[in-house]
């Protein structure tokens, strides 16, 4: 039986190839191929800073490229399986055969015929429909996303194109998360493929507990199109455990893979990264780049009000999948480098030089709404304390601090829940490279925080599953025994910081609860009324 | 007689020199010299920020230069009188001639002997300390200076200094104002010149209300020194329409000034920067620089809590003087471009293409704490309403209509005393720099804006009252129909603008009583404990 299995993960700029090793994870072979539509693959409209689509047309021959070069480097001609995970929600509309509607010469151009990217806010008053309707319903449909749903998933997006692109909703025969039609791609089976259950139940309210997705009344009630999605849905998905099917001699060539080759069903991206960073019962992995991302997974989880998804079995089948995160992190850094005209790095060398406390400031991380607990994206940043003399890096490291705070919010908001967390273990792009920013964590967070070994986790995770339905490993725990690990380096909290950050942390939760519960002081919502008027 | 006045405005980097023609105002010539220590003129602590301070050497040589340059250029040989302010509260200890401890030699170098500038914030604690003394024994002290005394002024500077530099106090024969200290050298008297009602009223709780300046009963309680400052005090002070003496030979000789001439007891500028703007009772003046203060005149005033001052006589004879102030306009904007490093004139450029209320943003204007009307040094500031999308140029005209709602808030309060404000005239730097802030200060006032003809008002202010005392003109009134007037330009309020102004004013409003009424949200006050404990 071949030793390799291949994981193939889908970002918001670019996809990543990667060949490793089934026996002990080794990196053998990577290939990352940037998206040729868009900034860098994403494309926005300079009237809606909503709106963020992906050209679907990019997916296929970044990923031919980057496959060639992964396999090229890692120089094996077998596979024992392949794994995919995308973005997501980043739901498109496709015709019977699964072919992106936006690729149909019909509707070339047409962004809302393109892939709806995670990060699109557009359909904020459609998900505001969906929360209000389950509530007064008294559905159980927000249960397991943490009591609001969100203007960034499935069901708010498909809304939002019926009611502003009826021509495109209605012409799409199914919609279907990016990690499917990817997987509907390399295996041949179009719509057939089996769809994800991570995807469907993190993102389009899909569970069990209620027999699959909402039903077709609650959804008919809302929108008569939604409805008539429903019809076109399947009635079931699958754990990441599970084939979608095989890889089909033309596909196999015209990607240079080995035909035949096992494909798992398809993930989202911080689901597999969790995996690749040895997630497991009180163990909590946080991906931390542009925004972030918490996963845990857990036995006998209860509802937890605020937090975005319960799944079963969408991280580890057997066990109960948590997410969590916060809207922006690494982009509100980025926006403050921008704003203040300084690189990061330099911000970084003088904010390590800042004691905890002693710039007097205190930031909101809302800067792109409240992912969790508040689950608002109509909330906006704040910063108090400033003087005269407040200077850039300052700034730079309450921001940073605030982020902390917010993953503190969120880790209390679970462990109030009875579900655990010892350990933290980091990755991302930010916890790469930010030292600064992880010993906040460490000292804010009051854990020690260790290091992912690998630097393309969501890709390992992704080759993991591969590995599992290609038959090398018997479950994905075991998987990770063998092919997952950490870095020496740890981030240990030091006493007097966290100190400071315990008193930071209640006037944080004071500004929060005063920001962030409507009732108290919604003074960000009558700022965002004015702006709304002023145009 | 002659016709020419002379105006001498010390103020926080340089000193100006302005001579005039009294028949009509008409500026003949002028001469400004930039202080020699410091930065600019400003001694500052790199580890206390609070402090600032002046060497009182600086003040003779650059005068005498200012002084030169200015009657050269007017080409006048007579003068009919000269008047002087400074800024202020700037108390300087003094020895019995009247010379600054800080030009002795045993003091060389010793801040504490040295000026103690307007903006100084050292005695924070000494301030409060006056405050609840004054409220514990319920007496009427603080009535005329909005029931808060500050930090900035006079005998919370003096004790501050007595508790921390006693060798200093101790030396000193009294403490003099700066105006005073000024006519005291040009008029040769020294200690003994008459001193300025305008800075003993507004600066260090003197009025007739309760006989002069506190008693010593009440001091002594506070501190056993500031009971011997008051000894050292004369019982009576003078309003600038009268001579606080003359020019002596050997000073005329040394300053290129004809001798015997009428020097008017001193003022502070921004009351001299008033009468020279025409203040009248329902017309406000004011004056927008790095700070603002505001100037009006009227009859049967009441106290007005959170209005810093309210003095008889202070600005104009007869009329009441009443004060009130932002503890940082200019400051703030100026900081803003240091922080995201863009000139203001980039900024400016882009904040003006925006509309009212656009941003989604609202600032509180209190990075160097709130002077009126909450009278609170220890307040900090606040943004909210940041995106992703937030740039620089939004900041900046936040901030700038953060100051706008600050002026409104005190407009507001000494309007609901029943002191009508009709027209606003503005002076300054910032009015004569920024038609973008004087437009959003029209709007946000809601009132027509126009613009003091002279750009030197303190110094015309000063030459004003020294044709007062040189007997050109009867009295202030009369000095100020023929001497001052108004720019063509006048800023109207734009309807639309104003109509968002006030949406956004209600919001300012709310934050402004949840962040500075401490029982509401003390939230700045615990981080700058924080801060504190941080070290």
């Known amino acids: 039986m071949p030793q390799f299995a291949l994981g193939i993960d889908f970002g918001t700029n670019s996809v990543r190839a990667l060949v490793v090793d089934c026996a002990d994870g080794r990196e053998l072979g990577t290939g990352v191929v940037t998206y040729a539509s868009g900034d ?40 024992a399986g392949i794994g995919v995970d995308t973005t997501g929600s980043t739901p498109i509309p496709v015709d019977q055969n699964g072919t992106p509607l936006g690729m149909h010469q019909e509707f070339k151009g047409h962004l809302a015929a393109y892939a709806w990217l995670w990060k699109d806010h557009s359909a904020f008053a459609e998900a505001e429909r969906i929360t209000a309707h389950a509530r007064e319903k008294e559905m159980p449909y927000l249960a397991k996303c943490g009591g609001v749903y969100s203007s960034e998933w499935f069901w708010s997006k498909a809304l939002h194109c019926a009611r502003t692109a009826p021509d495109v909703f209605n012409a799409a025969h199914t919609w279907m998360e990016c990690c499917d039609f990817v997987t509907g791609f390399l295996t041949g089976l179009g719509t057939n493929v089996r769809r994800s259950t991570c995807a469907a139940g993190h993102k389009g ?34 754990t990441s455990d599970h084939r979608a099917g095989t890889v089909p001699v033309e596909i196999a060539r015209s990607l240079s893979l080995p035909a035949g080759t096992p494909v798992a069903v398809g993930t989202l991206d911080a689901h597999a990264g969790a995996v690749a960073s040895g997630v497991a019962p009180g163990r909590m992995v946080k991906i931390i780049g542009t925004s972030t991302c918490d996963i845990l997974v857990g036995t006998n989880v209860p509802d937890i009000p605020g937090v975005a998804g319960i799944v079963e079995g969408s991280v580890i089948p057997g066990l109960t999948g948590i997410e969590a995160g916060q ?18 790095g330099e911000l970084s060398k003088d904010a390590e030089k800042l004691r905890a406390g002693e710039s007097g400031l205190l930031a909101l991380d809302w800067n792109n709404g409240n992912r969790n607990v508040l689950a608002d994206p109509l909330l906006t940043g704040l910063l108090v304390g400033q003087t005269l003399h407040t200077t850039p890096a300052e700034i730079y490291r309450a921001l940073i601090e605030a982020t902390a705070f917010g993953a503190s919010k969120i880790i209390k908001r679970i462990e109030e829940h009875g579900i655990e967390i010892r350990e933290i273990v980091a990755c991302g792009g930010i916890a790469e490279k930010s030292s600064l920013t992880m010993q906040i964590y460490a000292d804010v967070l009051n854990r020690p925080i260790r290091l992912s070994r690998s630097s393309q986790a969501p890709a390992l995770g992704a080759a993991i599953y591969g590995a599992v339905v290609g038959g090398v490993h018997k479950d994905v725990q075991s998987a990770q025994a063998a092919m997952t690990g950490f870095r020496d380096l740890e981030y240990r909290p030091e006493a007097h910081s966290a100190g400071t950050y315990q008193k930071l942390f209640e006037i944080y939760e004071h500004q929060h609860d005063a920001y962030g519960v409507p009732d108290l002081m919604p003074v960000m919502k009558r700022l965002l009324r004015v702006r709304t008027l002023s145009r």
Request: hydrophobic letters at 40%; one cysteine or more.
């Open 40 to 79: 860098e693959g994403v494309i926005s409209d300079p009237h809606d800073n909503n709106l963020a689509r992906q050209n679907p047309a990019d997916y296929e021959p970044a990923m031919r490229e980057a496959i060639a070069e992964a396999m090229s480097a890692a120089n094996v001609n077998e596979l």
């Open 327 to 344: 809207s922006a992190v690494g982009d509100i850094f980025a926006w403050w480098s921008r704003v203040c005209g300084r690189s990061q």
């Open 205 to 238: 309210m899909y569970s069990d507990a209620w027999g699959g997705y909402p039903d077709r009344k609650f959804l008919e009630e809302i929108s008569n199109g939604l409805a008539t999605l429903l019809d076109r849905l399947p009635a079931k998905t699958y």
